[in-house]
């Protein structure tokens, strides 16, 4: 009994450090391109991946299964309530530390070191190598590649906008004066007009006007709770893996509670995270934001419906990257000091999974 409840503190645990090192990673763009301050742009992105973790019921059985450690390891070190501790612990260890320092790392790149460390303590061999690379590995190597490919390429071919023409209308022709004073209107489509107010009065009758920096602000807030919503449905599955394999309560239960602890931990602990992605990186105009954010969300989502264990962080990073790339302000040491704390992320957490096991067996 004493260590189901471990397992069941160390999967929250686990959820409350996904929280705090994922939440903000959709909306970076948002604050540093400071379309919202802080404290709205933490609200909206903690409830949008809370309404995620609550869809995910529904939609993402498929990696509960897969991120419970099955077909990776042998079924029955699975089933041992000391795999899970292992493997939660030694993740949660793992992105709380890089919380702490802020430093947006993977908690699926740090879950599947557990896994691999927790995997070899049991027994010599325990690791299936094929699977590990087909369904893991390979998804996470790749995801932050295209994500910044697609960021550059989108963000090279779309054009800064000119800030001083806000108006955008949609226009009348004006009616026309003929050679015997009479009027005539052209048989015309309405036209759209992108310019200052002053210059769209005189296209023609106006039917519509709206602002182009606010209708393109609340495109960057909806893809923000876009990429916040998709990661959440992506990831809670993940985490309730480890609780759902030692039949802790069922899949929904789990799922749910790992909810409230990933929205918690967003809300009180994500402020340094937030800090490196939105400010350090690189310098981030709303167009770059947008498109950034545009490009992780519509990878995400397309990973989780595939059941495909990419990391939001990887992709997110990757696009704001090749973002930066393609503005020419993209920051190359601390590109580089993330690319490194990926690079210790697995070892760190198989290393403290593999200590948990050998205790714990």
């Known amino acids: 009994m004493m260590i189901i409840t471990l397992v069941i503190v160390a999967a929250l645990f686990l959820a409350f450090a996904n929280g705090a090192n994922d939440n903000f990673k959709g909306f970076a763009t948002v604050w540093g391109s400071a379309t919202l301050d ?38 029955e070190i699975v089933a041992l309530p000391s795999f899970a501790l292992a493997v939660a612990s030694g993740a949660a260890a793992a992105v709380l530390v890089a919380t702490r320092v802020g430093l947006p790392i993977s908690t699926t790149h740090a879950l599947v070191g557990g896994l691999i460390g927790a995997g070899l303590a049991s027994s010599a061999g325990a690791v ?4 590990l690379g087909s369904a893991f590995i390979l998804p996470l190597l790749v995801s932050p590649f295209i994500s910044a490919f697609i960021g550059y390429l989108v963000y090279r071919f779309l054009p ?3 800030v001083n023409k806000d108006c955008i209308c949609v226009v009348k022709t004006a009616p026309q004066a003929t050679s015997n004073g009479t009027l005539k209107r052209a048989l015309t489509m309405p036209a759209v007009v992108i310019d200052t107010d002053e210059a769209c009065a005189v296209h023609g009758t106006e039917a519509a006007r709206a602002s ?24 809670t599955p993940k985490l309730a893996g480890l609780m759902v394999v030692v039949n802790v309560g069922n899949t929904t239960l789990s799922l749910v509670a790992i909810a409230i602890a990933v929205a918690m931990g967003g809300l009180l602990l994500s402020r340094r995270v937030a800090e490196t992605m939105s ?21 995400v989502l397309a990973a989780s419906f595939k059941s495909l264990p990419v990391s939001t962080t990887h992709v997110s990073v990757g696009a704001i990257t090749g973002v930066g790339a ?14 490194l704390s990926w690079l210790g992320t697995l070892p760190m957490a198989g290393v403290i999974a593999w200590i948990v096991m050998s205790l714990a067996a």
């Open 38 to 75: 802080y404290r709205k742009a933490l609200i909206i992105a903690t409830l949008a991946a809370l309404a995620g973790s609550l869809l995910s019921i529904l939609l993402a059985h498929g990696l509960v299964k897969q991120f419970s450690g099955k077909g990776l390891v042998p079924d």
């Open 128 to 131: 299936n190598v094929g699977n």
């Open 160 to 162: 800064e906008r000119n």
């Open 212 to 235: 182009v920096s606010k209708t393109l602000n609340s495109a960057h807030i909806a893809s923000a709770a876009t990429i916040c919503f998709a990661r959440s449905v992506n990831d």
């Open 279 to 299: 400010q350090k990186i690189t310098t981030l105009t709303p167009t770059q934001g947008l498109t950034a954010n545009l490009t992780t969300a519509a990878l």
């Open 326 to 339: 393609g503005a020419q302000t993209l920051s190359g040491s601390t590109v580089r000091t993330i690319l």
